[in-house]
């Protein structure tokens, strides 16, 4: 008897120990951050991949998300890492910044 109360205990202790960050980040809000923070890095790595070549919001978010984001969304995202200096707007195009890029890397190295 004891026995089957031992192991409803322990498997609910895996339950709670499996189960305790998905349940945190979706009480706290914490996945949708996560989210767009993929989405940002989605972007950023598009244009890293092709720093050279500028890229319209509407160019990225076919390029990026097949159209599945509104262009509004795009351009938000974009703004939030441009804050960062990684990338710039210029002429109607957002482009990667190799100079800070490489500031970066040189920073976190030492």
Do not use: C
Not at 2 to 31: C, E, H, R, Y
Not at 39 to 64: H, I
């Amino acid at each position: 008897m004891w026995i089957n109360d031992l192991i409803l205990v322990l498997i609910g202790f895996a339950l709670g120990i499996v189960s305790a960050g998905p349940l945190k980040n979706i009480v706290t809000g914490k996945w949708k951050e996560d989210a767009r923070q993929n989405k940002r890095v989605k972007l950023l790595s598009a244009l890293q991949q092709e720093a050279v070549y500028g890229f319209t919001a509407e160019e990225l978010n076919q390029r990026v998300f097949n159209r599945k984001l509104d262009e509004a969304d795009v351009i938000e995202l974009l703004k939030e890492i441009a804050e960062s200096n990684l990338i710039y707007y210029k002429a109607n195009k957002w482009y990667f910044s190799e100079n800070t890029h490489r500031k970066h890397q040189q920073h976190y190295r030492h």
